[in-house]
C-alpha cells in the first residue's frame, strides 16, 4: 500500500504526518500503530517493526509532499519538490550514462530528470537499509518514454510525477522469486 499526501505544512510537521499515513497503512493491516508503538532499527538505521518483522515499510518527506509505503517485501520509497538540480551531487552520485542523459536533455527537463534519478536511488538505498553509505554511482538508471531501466536485479521500480511535473516519487521493491 502508498500514500501520498501533497500538502503546505511546516518542515517540523512533515515527519509526524508521514507517520500518520504509516498508522492509515498499517490500519488497513489491522495493525494498531501509535506513538508508543515498539519500532527498531536495523544497522544503519533503518526502522522496522519489531512485532511484525514480515511486514515492512518505509516513509519520506520533502517540501509539501509525504509519502508512506508498506508492503510484504523490503521496500524503500522517496520523494522531493523538483528545484534546481544539484551540480555537486550529479559529479558524486550518478554514473557517466546518467550524468550524459541529463546534460543531453533540453535544459526545461534537467532538473526533474535529475529529481526522477535520484529518487530512484534514494528509494533503492532505504530499501536495502544501506543510506547513503552506499555507492550511489553504481546503482544506474536509465530512462526512456515510461520505462525505468536499471542495472540493479531482484527489484523493481515505480515513479510517479505528480502536480504538474513538481513533484518526483520514486518506489523499490524487493521482488520475491
Known amino acids: 500500500m502508498i500514500m501520498i ?13 508521514a507517520h500518520k499515513l504509516l498508522r492509515e497503512c ?16 536495523g544497522k544503519y538505521g533503518k526502522p522496522y517493526l519489531a512485532e511484525y518483522p514480515d511486514v515492512k515499510h518505509n516513509i519520506s518527506h520533502a517540501d509539501g509532499i509525504v509519502a508512506c509505503m508498506v508492503s510484504d517485501s523490503e521496500c524503500g520509497i522517496d520523494c522531493e519538490k523538483v528545484r534546481k538540480l544539484r551540480e555537486g551531487v550529479l559529479r558524486r552520485a550518478f554514473s557517466e550514462r546518467e550524468r550524459e542523459m541529463i546534460c543531453s536533455a533540453a535544459e526545461e527537463e534537467r532538473d526533474l530528470l535529475f529529481f526522477r534519478l535520484w529518487t530512484l536511488k534514494e528509494s533503492y538505498i532505504k530499501a536495502i537499509g544501506t543510506g547513503l553509505s552506499y555507492p550511489l554511482k553504481t546503482a544506474e538508471f536509465l530512462l526512456n518514454s515510461r520505462n525505468i531501466h536499471t542495472n540493479i536485479r531482484g527489484w523493481k521500480f515505480r515513479q510517479y510525477i505528480l502536480h504538474d511535473k513538481k513533484y518526483v516519487v520514486s518506489i523499490c521493491e524487493k521482488l520475491n522469486l
Request: charged letters at 35%.
Open 5 to 17: 499526501s501533497i500538502m503546505d505544512i511546516p518542515k517540523k510537521m512533515q515527519h509526524d504526518h
Open 26 to 41: 498499517l490500519k488497513a493491516r489491522n495493525i494498531a500503530y501509535s506513538e508508543d508503538f515498539h519500532v527498531e532499527k
